[in-house]
Structure formats: structure tokens, C-alpha cells
Nanobody, 118 residues
């Protein structure tokens, strides 16, 4: 059974930073691209960024480009998202999954809440 566990969210002021983590069990993490998605109440889940299996390439949506950075530790089955210069519109629950814009796994973790507010 695949288990995804996101953490690292919190409440920060605009301009602040957070580092999210996602630990994956029961899945060949090192063989797959991984991605972050986010969701706000009443809205569909939105793709944010993806990183290739070997970290050689990344892709970010325009609204986070230059502010968010993905990395991963395949030895620890862990995906990270460094978020800098956070804006109120970054508020949401952040989830990780395998694949890119289209999530590969049917199951999702509990997510981690990010709130950007003064």
C-alpha cells in the first residue's frame, strides 16, 4: 500500500518561507518523477511543480517560478518544496504525488496546510 505523508506547512506572513516535505512508502520512489499540487476550498486541486526521477529537470507553474524550488532525496524517499517570498495566493493544502501535471497515484496523503497572511 502506498503511503504519502506531507509536512512542513504553517502560517507565515507574506514574504516568508516554508519548506515542505513528503515521505513516500510502498512505492518505487526513485524510479518516478514526483510532483506537488495544491488545493483551496471550493477549487479543484492545482498542479504546482514536478521534478524528474534523477532530479535533472524541474518544471514550475508560472505563478511560483523563481520563488519555489523542488528537490528530492531518493535514498530517503523524500520530496521537498522550498517556498520563498510567499504570497497570500499560495495559501492552500499542499499534496505530493508521483508523476507530473497528471498525478500517477490514485491515493493522496493528508496534505499540509500553508497559510500566507498578515
Amino acid at each position: 500500500e502506498v503511503h504519502l505523508a506531507e509536512s512542513g506547512g504553517g502560517l507565515v506572513e507574506p514574504g516568508g518561507s516554508l519548506r515542505l516535505s513528503c515521505i513516500v512508502d510502498g512505492f518505487p520512489f526513485a524510479n518516478y518523477a514526483m510532483s506537488w499540487h495544491r488545493q483551496t476550498p471550493g477549487e479543484p486541486r492545482e498542479f504546482v511543480a514536478t521534478i524528474s526521477s534523477g532530479s535533472s529537470s524541474t518544471f514550475y507553474i508560472d505563478s511560483v517560478k523563481g520563488r519555489f524550488t523542488l528537490d528530492r532525496d531518493n535514498a530517503r524517499n523524500t520530496l521537498y518544496l522550498q517556498m520563498n517570498n510567499l504570497k497570500p495566493e499560495d495559501t492552500g493544502v499542499y499534496y505530493c504525488n508521483a508523476g507530473g501535471r497528471v498525478a500517477v497515484l490514485d491515493s493522496w496523503g493528508q496534505g499540509t496546510q500553508v497559510t500566507v497572511s498578515s
